[in-house]
């Protein structure tokens, strides 16, 4: 296997996203976007669906008109380059392959467009599917492939002309759980061995942590927070970033000078600016554990075991407080400890938490 | 209660002795299967063996001697040049709106209307269709008339509506609205993201059309151009409506054959005329089963 086929003459280029607005009639998908993608970088975005991922991704390949702000790749405005000009590989969620082609043909289409010999396409054909590693499966049609094998196809072709910039349109959501793990490794190494600036998007928060070098979490249009997966993950900006990424307690607690006291527990806050008073704390399971089983007196954190998911190496252990469920993520070792319907004292790890304040309600003008 | 406390539960799930239990599930097919026996087999067999037959009732294909009359030969040709004129351009007009319709919202109320009144207006035929033309274009139809008045004669070089050319423009009003039925799931299999693939890899619209729909389409289209020449080479009523005189066509020629008002039906001949048509109409469907097999799997 090799790549210098298809990494020549193509290192990563740098990707700006200038301030870009996207608006669908009174819809507003995309609201003045700004990221910048080092060369060779693979960053994923990511978010619920209608938060404006796919349409950024878009408006980067040009199959969609910005409103207004600009697209710059290696410092030259496309903002108005039609999408066939760009030079942008794609690969799309599914079912994107030319039905009526071969493997092979279909990574070979875009090299016939940019008018390279029928020697030469086919030459780099076989390396970029022997890059995916699928250099047996040239004559198969896409309907005698599996969707794993399918969206390799897709990638092989995408990374067939060339390209500056690769993007990845949820290429993994159609796929099962097994396959999708295997590929998203298979499409990191790739990208790294090509060292292609590499934009992907996604719904699924394991996948982008897993496979990015940053991940910018986007809601409503907007860019909540950017940053490499574990800061993300364990220093989120927003409450919509701790919520959305990973498993998020909400405890009801008391904020006063820069900490909040949740069920007798003081625990420092990621932003201390805040004014005193009734908040929602966002808790980690992980900052969650369980204190020794034996006699306990009643208090604020002590209940009872109610489930125990078990996720291999780790448990998640759901506690019922009597008013309030929380979530307690631990080694599985030290959840069997703990059945179902035992009862046990919790114990709030001081990491640095946000707070949630409840919104007033509407009042009539 | 478990099925193993129930001794009627348990005999009643329990398969019959020795093998598996009858199922009555193929009686539901039965009404079809009836229906094809007696509307389509039964009256083929009767062709096959009448044309097989002389009036003294020995066999013989002396009955298919008279497919090779000049009169008969011209009926032929006729037939099948009426049904491929009416089957391509009722094809490129049917595959142009479907393809307007398919673009559109999928559940918008345009394509809603347009598949419904495309629905009704393909099995619109016969002596309706003939008399809506008649009163509209005819020699006093109000098309005609209301043309006429603002200096536009269709019939300048004479009437031709209730010619060959005539048939073929009547025929047209249900071919287009068949086309469009028949090809608009060929459409619909045309995916979004074959359009944007062939645009990031660097092609353009002709690209797009000369490599990929096209291609996809080629097969669909001329499969759905057969059916509709099909369509038109095994109508009746419509041209027996229109044409009153002569045998213009071959079905109006196995009919003057059995109902001739002289005294010289030739039942046995006119089977033989019937049964060139069903080989002639069975080739082409077998042609057109093949093309739609051959994009089946592509376009779903």
Redesign the interface.
């Known amino acids: 296997m090799t790549a210098t086929g298809s990494s020549e003459g193509r290192a990563g280029v740098e990707v700006r996203l200038e301030h870009l607005t996207r608006k669908y009639a009174t819809t507003t998908a995309l609201d003045r976007l700004t990221l910048t993608l080092a060369p060779g970088e693979l960053v994923a975005l990511l978010g619920p669906s209608g938060c404006g991922k796919t349409t950024a991704l878009r408006l980067l390949a040009g199959l969609e008109e910005a409103d207004s702000g600009r697209v710059i790749i290696a410092g030259k405005d496309v903002t108005n380059v039609p999408a066939n000009r760009r030079n942008i590989g794609m690969v799309f969620q599914a079912y994107s392959l030319f039905p009526h082609m071969s493997a092979r043909q279909n990574v070979e289409f875009g090299m016939q467009l940019q008018h390279v010999g029928p020697a030469e396409r086919r030459e780099r054909a076989t390396e970029v599917l022997d890059l995916v590693g699928l250099a047996a499966h040239a004559n198969k049609f896409a309907h005698q492939l599996s969707g794993g094998q399918q969206q390799r196809v897709a990638l092989a072709r995408a990374l067939a002309i060339k390209p500056k910039v690769l993007l990845l349109d949820e290429p993994l959501s159609a796929l099962d759980a097994k396959v999708r793990a295997r590929l998203r490794d298979e499409i990191r190494r790739v990208q790294l061995e090509v060292g292609i600036t590499t934009l992907f998007v996604t719904h699924d928060q394991e996948e982008a942590l897993a496979i990015a070098d940053r991940v910018g979490v986007m809601q409503s249009g907007h860019l909540e927070q950017l940053g490499p997966p574990t800061e993300i993950y364990s220093r989120p900006a927003t409450p919509f970033v701790a919520e959305f990424v990973g498993l998020t307690n909400r405890i009801k607690g008391e904020v006063h000078g820069g900490t909040v006291d949740v069920r007798g527990t003081r625990i420092p806050l990621v932003d201390p600016d805040v004014d005193d008073g009734p908040a929602t704390a966002l808790v980690r399971p992980e900052a969650v554990t369980l204190a020794s089983n034996g006699e306990m007196e009643d208090g604020p954190l002590v209940g009872t075991v109610i489930a125990i998911a078990f996720l291999g190496a780790m448990s998640r252990v759901t506690v019922d407080l009597g008013d309030t469920i929380v979530l307690a993520q631990m080694a599985t070792s030290a959840a069997s400890q703990t059945p179902a319907g035992t009862k046990v004292r919790l114990t709030l790890r001081p990491d640095p938490v946000l707070i949630q304040r409840e919104q007033p309600a509407a009042t009539a003008p | 209660m478990t099925a193993a406390s129930s001794p009627a539960l348990s005999s009643a799930a329990r398969p019959l002795e020795g093998g598996r239990r009858p199922t009555l599930s193929w009686v539901g097919v039965v009404p079809f299967f009836l229906y094809v026996g007696v509307f389509l087999l039964l009256p083929t067999a009767i062709i096959v063996g009448g044309s097989l037959l002389t009036p003294s009732g020995s066999l013989s294909f002396a009955n298919f001697e008279g497919i090779n009359k000049p009169y008969m030969f011209k009926a032929f040709a006729s037939s099948i040049a009426i049904s491929a004129v009416s089957a391509v351009v009722g094809a490129f007009v049917g595959a142009l709106l479907a393809y307007a319709v398919v673009t559109g919202k999928p559940d918008g109320i345009l394509r809603r209307t347009v598949m419904s009144g495309a629905g009704v207006l393909a099995q619109f035929g016969g002596v309706t269709l003939t008399f809506a033309f008649i009163a509209t274009l005819g020699t006093v139809g109000f098309v005609y008339v209301f043309l006429l008045q603002h200096g536009i004669d269709i019939y300048a070089r004479g009437v031709w509506l209730y010619d060959q050319a005539g048939l073929t423009l009547i025929y047209l009003y249900f071919q287009i609205p068949l086309m469009v039925l028949v090809f608009a799931p060929a459409l619909d299999g045309i ?1 979004p ?2 359009r ?9 619209t002709w ?1 797009y059309w000369r ?2 729909a096209g ?2 389409l080629f097969p669909s289209f001329l499969g759905c151009t057969l059916l509709l020449f099909a369509n038109a080479f095994s109508a009746y009523a419509t041209a027996s409506a229109l044409l009153t005189q002569g045998g213009v066509i071959l079905p109006l020629q196995i009919q003057f054959l059995l109902t001739s008002e002289t005294g010289s039906s030739q039942p046995g001949y006119a089977k033989a005329l019937a049964l060139a048509m069903i080989v002639i109409v069975l080739v082409v469907m077998t042609l057109y089963t093949l093309l739609q097999r051959r994009t089946a ?3 779903r």
């Open positions: 995916r993201q074959w944007e693939a062939t645009d990031s890899l660097g092609g353009g690209h490599y990929i291609p996809l799997h592509w376009l």
